[in-house]
Nanobody, 121 residues
């Protein structure tokens, strides 16, 4: 079993910055993609940013130039640096990872429990 734990959410003023972190633990052999998704009230969960093990990144158009995703392969962690925050950036942010576990040839997808980000104007 694998657990993803997010941290770093909170209340921030519009224009401010926030850094989210995600730590994966458990029977991890390797992790392919890691990413961040956001769910605003009444809306579907949407992709914010992802990164492959090779370092290729993908961003939602709405966050390009403001958010930066990074990861530490050795530590099984991923971070999301969020700058120049806007009201539309608010929501619950979830960490996601595609994991190969020890003793298994199957790739499993895992979600964290989410961390709340609130942006005040």
């Amino acid at each position: 079993q694998v657990q993803l734990v997010e941290s770093g959410g909170g209340l921030v003023q519009a224009g401010g910055s926030l850094r989210l972190s995600c730590a994966a633990s458990g029977r991890i052999f390797s992790i392919n993609d890691m990413g961040w998704y956001r769910q605003a009230p009444g809306k579907q969960r949407e992709l914010v940013a992802t990164t492959t093990a090779a370092g290729t990144t993908t961003y939602a158009d709405s966050v390009k130039g403001r958010f930066t995703i990074s990861r530490d392969i050795a530590k099984n962690t991923a971070s999301l640096q969020k700058n120049n925050l806007e009201a539309e950036d608010a929501g619950v942010y979830y960490c996601n990872a595609d994991v190969y576990e020890w003793g298994s040839q199957l790739r499993q997808n895992y979600w964290g429990q989410g961390t709340q980000v609130t942006v005040s104007s």
